[in-house]
């Protein structure tokens, strides 16, 4: 049986609108790709009386159904941090320190001069956690992370609130503990990117139309990005899930695709092409997710950061009176760009991204969002793809970003670009 599954976030900078929960819908995202659904998000400041409240009424719910609690902050070292006391509250137990927690936070001190004496007690607080449970080791930070047993096929999961802790405890160490605690027998899935189309069209124009003949045995989601959509079904049924896709292909045959990001890094290297970049409204922001990956130094040979029209003219040797003829912001600049780009670095693939990204800089024949992207292939043919993206500037220089790396997945693919 699926446990009924809430998550928590705690931390009064959370409940002052002062930060922002981003752990909460990426923890979702994360389970419903594992098979879970999750049933509701809950908000709590830091205070112990309101945090124990919340658990007790779903400790006592676990006597009734199997609950899956994941609950993130609080395990620092401040007065503040309460989830370990609460914890130990609700259950009646004692703690301990873990060892090997504490090794590696003598150590982080040692690394930055300090000794042992100079750990003051309370930092030390973060290597805590209650006696028998399942202790989630952190390999970012010090706070460890744990699981608890609250009721029958029920558990409490206490990861710290810092995103980069949060996600690495998440994947590494939660992950396999809930497969082994709440198995999903025979459960399928499969994942398609659809881009540049949004959530609702998608739904109108595919799930509506195909709701009773793949959906009443099969699950679906969708998961909105910048550029692109995460489209997400699930069943039992693997020739059911095969259809859908068989489906979704043949009516999207231009826009679909699989994980670029990942498909890019692993075909760049296995052809073992070469590949550079020159940026303008996106700011580095291309090269970045081309270098994210470990081992993308055998692909990715570097590129040229041209914001201004002086740089484009220095450094890829286009002409000032060309750039004026044109505008910076034109297919013809685009095209010029990746050529230069080419030429200068010699790589197999050249990229070129110009554009306004605004909130200022448009006009009625080149709005905010215009951007025009370049791609020359191995074999030497420049296309330049002219796109207007909508949101802000940052969603803007993200669109573009990702959308490049889409057409270099299309070319790759031997696709129409």
Same mark, same amino acid.
């Given at each position: 049986?699926?446990?009924?599954?809430?998550?928590?976030?705690?931390?009064?900078?959370?409940?002052?609108?002062?930060?922002?929960?981003?752990?909460?819908?990426?923890?979702?995202?994360?389970?419903?790709?594992?098979?879970?659904?999750?049933?509701?998000?809950?908000?709590?400041?830091?205070?112990?009386?309101?945090?124990?409240?919340?658990?007790?009424?779903?400790?006592?719910?676990?006597k009734?159904?199997?609950?899956?609690?994941?609950?993130?902050?609080?395990?620092?070292?401040?007065?503040?941090?309460?989830?370990?006391?609460?914890?130990?509250?609700?259950?009646?137990?004692?703690?301990?320190?873990?060892?090997?927690?504490?090794?590696?936070?003598?150590?982080?001190?040692?690394?930055?001069?300090?000794?042992?004496?100079?750990?003051?007690?309370?930092?030390f607080?973060?290597?805590?956690?209650?006696?028998?449970?399942?202790?989630?080791?952190?390999?970012?930070?010090?706070?460890?992370?744990?699981?608890?047993?609250?009721?029958?096929?029920?558990?409490?999961?206490?990861?710290?609130?810092?995103p980069?802790?949060?996600?690495?405890?998440?994947?590494?160490?939660?992950v396999?503990?809930?497969?082994?605690?709440?198995?999903?027998?025979?459960?399928?899935?499969?994942?398609?990117?659809?881009?540049?189309?949004?959530?609702?069209?998608?739904?109108?124009?595919?799930?509506?139309?195909?709701r009773?003949?793949?959906?009443?045995?099969?699950?679906?989601?969708?998961?909105?990005?910048?550029?692109?959509?995460?489209?997400?079904?699930?069943?039992?049924?693997?020739e059911?899930?095969?259809?859908?896709?068989?489906?979704?292909?043949?009516?999207?045959?231009?826009?679909?695709?699989?994980?670029?990001?990942?498909?890019?890094?692993?075909?760049?290297?296995?052809?073992?092409?070469?590949?550079?970049?020159?940026?303008?409204?996106?700011?580095?922001? #291309?090269?970045? $997710?081309?270098t994210?990956?470990? !081992?993308? *130094?055998?692909?990715?040979?570097? @590129?040229? &950061?041209?914001? =201004?029209?002086?740089?484009?003219?220095?450094?890829?040797?286009?002409?000032?009176?060309?750039?004026?003829?044109?505008?910076?912001?034109?297919d013809?600049?685009?095209?010029?760009?990746?050529?230069? #780009?080419?030429? $200068?670095?010699?790589?197999?693939? !050249?990229? *070129?991204?110009?554009?306004?990204? @605004?909130? &200022?800089?448009? =006009?009625?024949?080149?709005?905010?969002?215009?951007?025009?992207?370049?791609?020359?292939?191995?074999?030497?043919?420049?296309?330049?793809?002219?796109?207007?993206?909508?949101?802000?500037?940052?969603?803007?220089?993200?669109?573009?970003?990702?959308t490049?790396?889409?057409?270099?997945?299309?070319?790759?693919?031997?696709?129409d670009?």
């Open positions: 049986m699926s446990p009924y599954i809430v998550i928590i976030s705690t931390g009064s900078e959370l409940t002052a609108g002062r930060s922002v929960d981003t752990n909460s819908g990426w923890i979702s995202n994360q389970l419903f790709e594992l098979g879970w659904k999750v049933k509701k998000f809950v908000t709590l400041p830091d205070d112990p009386n309101l945090i124990f409240s919340e658990l007790q009424s779903l400790q006592n719910l676990s009734e159904i199997p609950v899956l609690v994941i609950m993130t902050g609080g395990l620092g070292p401040t007065e503040d941090d309460y989830t370990l006391e609460t914890v130990l509250k609700l259950t009646g137990k004692t703690s301990y320190s873990v060892e090997k927690a504490k090794l590696r936070l003598v150590k982080i001190y040692e690394a930055r001069g300090k000794e042992y004496k100079d750990i003051l007690p309370n930092v607080r973060q290597t805590f956690v209650p006696e028998g449970c399942k202790t989630l080791d952190n390999s970012v930070g010090i706070a460890v992370g744990f699981i608890e047993n609250i009721g029958e096929n029920s558990y409490l999961v206490c990861m710290p609130g810092v980069s802790e949060m996600t690495e405890m998440f994947k590494r160490r939660l396999p503990e809930l497969k082994k605690l709440y198995p999903r027998e025979n459960l399928l899935q499969k994942t398609k990117w659809l881009w540049n189309i949004g959530e609702s069209l998608f739904q109108n124009d595919f799930i509506e139309p195909n009773n003949e793949f959906f009443k045995d099969a699950e679906w989601g969708v998961t909105a990005n910048r550029g692109y959509i995460k489209c997400i079904f699930q069943s039992t049924n693997e059911l899930l095969t259809t859908i896709i068989s489906r979704l292909e043949s009516q999207y045959p231009k826009i679909i695709s699989d994980d670029v990001f990942q498909f890019v890094h692993e075909q760049l290297l296995k052809e073992k092409y070469t590949i550079s970049v020159v940026e303008s409204c996106t700011g580095g922001l #291309l090269g970045k $997710k081309l994210e990956q470990a !081992g993308s *130094s055998a692909y990715f040979m570097g @590129g040229f &950061l041209t914001y =201004s029209n002086e740089l484009k003219s220095k450094l890829l040797e286009i002409p000032i009176e060309t750039i004026e003829t044109y505008g910076a912001v034109s013809e600049i685009a095209r010029v760009m990746v050529d230069g #780009l080419c030429q $200068k670095t010699g790589t197999d693939y !050249g990229i *070129s991204i110009t554009g306004i990204a @605004g909130p &200022l800089g448009g =006009s009625d024949t080149k709005p905010v969002g215009t951007v025009f992207i370049g791609i020359k292939d191995p074999i030497g043919k420049t296309i330049v793809h002219h796109y207007v993206f909508p949101g802000n500037r940052e969603s803007i220089r993200e669109n573009a970003s990702n490049a790396l889409f057409l270099i997945y299309q070319s790759l693919k031997g696709k670009v």
